[in-house]
RNA sequence: GCGCCCGUAGCUCAGUUGGAUAGAGCACGAGACUUCUAAUCUUGAGGCCGGUGGUUCGAAUCCACCCGGGCGCACCA
């Protein structure tokens, strides 16, 4: 359990105890309740706002009912002062073994430092990310969601959720036909056949050669002449399952790897579908009916048309929502509300990673799954904006119908796994991101990436060094660290708090500011042994003095590559 | 016209779910090297947190209405 964590127990069993003593009245809100680091370190070590978020449900004031709760937390163990400051907040300042005994504790767990073991207690979060359509390889614009989706979904795992990571296929729509009819053309080509220009509408990219080629193994010269209505059904299932081993190959390149691949088509093959639908007409949320016109402007070939819909203005939506096209078969949105159900099936909570381009359609699906699961399970949709590719300060232009985009495998190929995943954290991500080829490789402080990296090298060199003489034999003094290095651990040890606040707010970005913070924090700590070289971690002829600083750097770079490891990004041992 | 997202230093962005004096990088000013203890660090200046009201002990954060930008708005995916 985390410093910040037992604190927060601690603080409780105060509270429950005034309860009990009647000074403070049963049932009060306890959730607001927070044990923070203060905000000016020269206020202490741990600050807590109980007094100020209970005083008015309590009905006294905050500093009367801090001055209760203040004499019992400075008679806690490891606990040297509780004042009340400013508004009502508590202050408390702790023996410096704590923070000794906390970076003793980051050692000992070691890779497992900041995580949570919920054990049997561990909730099921089933988050689907990329789900890209399987009509070509994966383009640079795939590769936020991808990396973000992925990230969180360690993040959660960090935070004793059960994770499932899943990938919808979109293998039922009218692209999937597109694509199939484009890979007979190339299974033509590959038979010999001169098929001239692709036409237009057809996917023109040379990733279908190889398909063609594999048809044709499969095939031989059957389908050749054969009437569409015989090889579609046959091509589809084949060229869909080639497009997705492309897929998860560019998806491997990013350290990418699913738990499940869930299939429309097959989704609709096995009645999921017709399954929702009768459940929400039970409910009476289905009715056919006509909807309006879209306001502003009118499509030219708008006409009313009566179709089956779901009531998810029930729930908030602005309109009702087709399941069912007017020729009888399933919308997109039929189909998903299905998927959902089924992933709800599976999980305690759903989580989708989306473009932002998709925002408009969040409120139906929340809806279905808030109807189908009668509010017993929740979806979060996390929104993820574009990225901007530039070159030198120079955009890199990109068109989809030209087929001229940055592929996924080029983008890791020119920059390395790492660069790309880790730059993809650097922002929030309903925030837009510049990507710059140039910037991210540069070795400088404007480098997020290598700033980081640098940190855990220079720590891993001091390893290496301390090793080699023979300085890190024994047990270390922590009582010969000073102020500046108390506050190093300090920050480390608020790795358990950064990770369990940013899996609670689904942003696993805040891991990647939290590190760069930390790396600063060490940079300057590390600077110190220019101006003073007693104030080198390595100090040969101070053997106790090293050790202790060793111990202080060995924790650092532990935070900073369980840092990484969440972001699924490496540790570099050195920057050659 | 409606919905969602966004608006914080000159620029790019954080901001611990409502807390104490709003932070960091770049750029600008001043300083410390000759490279895994300078790929870095120290320090200075820089703010109407888009605006106006409201909620309360307390608002960049929550609510309402404006202003400005992005995305999306029948059976496409």
Redesign the pocket.
Known sequence: MSLYARFQDKLEAILGDLVREGVLPDGLPMQ?V?V?????A??GDL?T?AA??L??PARTN?RALAGEIAPRLEALDGVTAAEV?????I?LKLDPRVWDEELEAMLAEGDHYGRVDAGEDARTINIEYVSA?PTGPMHMGHSRGAVVGDALASLLEWAGRKVVREYYV?DA???VDTLARSAHLRYREALGEDIGAIPEGLYPGDYLKPVGAALKDAYGARYAQAPEAEWLPVFKPFVVEKMMDMIRKDLALLGIHHDLFSSEAELQASGKVEEALATLRAKGLVYEG??E????ET?A?????E?TLFRSTQFGD??DR?M????G?W???GADAAYHYQKAQGADHLVNIWG????????RVQSAVTALTDGEKGLDVK?V?MVRLFRDGEPVKMSKRSGNFVTLAEMVEEVGKDVVRFMMLT??A?????FDFAKVTE????NPV??VQ?AH??I???KR?AAAAGLDAGAADLTLLDEVERALVRQAAQFP?VVR?AA??Y?P??IA?YL?DLA?AF??S??????DPGK???IEEQPDLSRARLELARGIGQVLRNGLAIMGVEAAE???
């Open positions: 607001a927070a923070e680091p203060p905000r000016d020269s206020h600050a706002n100020m978020v005083a008015k905050p400051a400013g508004p009502g907040f202050n359509n979109n729509g009218a692209q006509v909807l016109p879209p306001k502003g499509p070939d708008w006409e009313p048309v179709l602005d309109q087709p069912k096209k007017s020729d078969s919308t997109y949105f932002a381009d998709h925002a408009g359609t969040v409120k929104l904006q922002r929030k309903d925030a837009p991101l510049d070795a400088s402080k404007e290598f700033y640098y090298a220079r891993s060199s001091l060094k708090r606040l609670d707010a942003e970005h805040r500011f760069y600063a940079h300057a590390w600077n110190r042994g220019n101006d080198r971690f390595l050195e920057m050659r």
